[in-house]
Each structure stands twice: as C-alpha cells, then as structure tokens.
C-alpha cells in the first residue's frame, strides 16, 4: 500500500508564496504520475499541476506562471512552489500519484490546508 505523506500548507497573505511538498512512504514502487489536486469548499475537486515520466508538467490555466511543481531529489516526492497567491486560491491541496504515467490518480494523500487572505 502506497501512502502519500504532504507537508507545507498554512496561512499567507495575498502576494505570498507557499511550497508544498509530497513523499511516498513506500519507495519500492516507482511513481510516474504526480500531482497536485485541489478543493475549494462547495467546488470540485480540479488539477492544480501534474508532472509525470512521458513528458512536461501540466498545469490548470488559473495557476500558469504562478506555481511550478517538480520532483524531488528524494524518490517519490513532489513539490509544489506556489507563488503571488491569491484568496482564489484557498482550498484543501491533495497530493496524487500513480505507477502508471499515463494514470492521473491512484494513490491519495490525506490534504494539505492552504488559506490565503485578502
């Protein structure tokens, strides 16, 4: 059983900037798929970023330029460096991952609060 561990989330102003960050607890596997998801209350569930063995990393257009995820040095791990925050980004943060790159989703992380205030 694969479980994704995060770290990082808390309060910043608008214009701030936050890194999150994502480990696998098992390194046995290799996960080709790794993301970010997001979850704003009363909204779904949407892709924040995604970055996985086939290819660049995708992004949601409402973070373009403004965050960059990348793989860690460390096996399994991901992180998210989200910059000029705004209130709009104010959500529950989940990390996600698969073996399979071509898999969005598999394993999920519990979620990780971000609050940005006005």
């Known amino acids: 059983q694969v479980q994704l561990v995060e770290s990082g989330g808390g309060l910043v102003q608008a214009g701030g900037s936050l890194r999150l960050s994502c480990a696998s607890t098992?390194?046995?596997?290799?996960?080709?798929?790794m993301g970010w998801y997001r979850q704003a209350p009363g909204k779904e569930r949407e892709l924040v970023a995604r970055?996985?063995?086939?290819?660049?990393?995708v992004y949601a257009d409402s973070v373009k330029d403004r965050f960059t995820i990348s793989r860690g040095d460390a096996k399994n791990t991901v992180h998210l460096q989200m910059n000029n925050l705004t209130p709009e980004d104010t959500a529950v943060y989940y990390c996600?991952?698969?073996?399979?790159?071509?898999?969005?989703?598999?394993?999920w992380g519990p979620g990780t609060q971000v609050t940005v205030s006005s």
């Open positions: 996600a991952a698969a073996v399979s790159a071509a898999s969005a989703a598999t394993y």
């Open positions: 098992r390194t046995v596997v290799t996960l080709n798929s």
């Open positions: 970055i996985t063995s086939l290819g660049g990393p």
